[in-house]
C-alpha cells in the first residue's frame, strides 16, 4: 500500500518490545490529522528512519514528539 494507515494492514503485528530491524513503525497524529498518519522503518536501538520536513531524517523512539505518537509496529514477510 502506498498510504501508512493502508501499510499497518499489510503486515504482521509486532510489539515495541520484539522490534526488529526492517520493521514498520507507524505514529498517529502527526501533520495535524487523526489516526496513523506517518510510518518509518525502524534501524534497531530504538532508532528508525523516515521522511520529514527538509528531507529523510534518523530519529530515536524515545524523542517526545514520537514516543507521544506512536501507535505500532508491523512486519512484512512475503
Known amino acids: 500500500s502506498r498510504v501508512a494507515d493502508a501499510q499497518y494492514g499489510d503486515g504482521y503485528a509486532v510489539s515495541y518490545s ?3 530491524p526492517g520493521d514498520l513503525v507507524f505514529f498517529e ?3 495535524a490529522t487523526n489516526g496513523i498518519s ?3 522503518i525502524y534501524t534497531g536501538g ?3 528512519i523516515h ?3 527538509g528531507g529523510v531524517k534518523y530519529s530515536t523512539l524515545n524523542e517526545s514528539y514520537y514516543s507521544s505518537r506512536y501507535y505500532g509496529a508491523c512486519r512484512i514477510i512475503n
Open 46 to 48: 530504538g532508532y528508525f
Open 38 to 40: 506517518h510510518v518509518g
Open 18 to 20: 520484539n522490534l526488529a
Open 29 to 31: 497524529r502527526t501533520y
Open 51 to 53: 521522511c520529514a520536513s
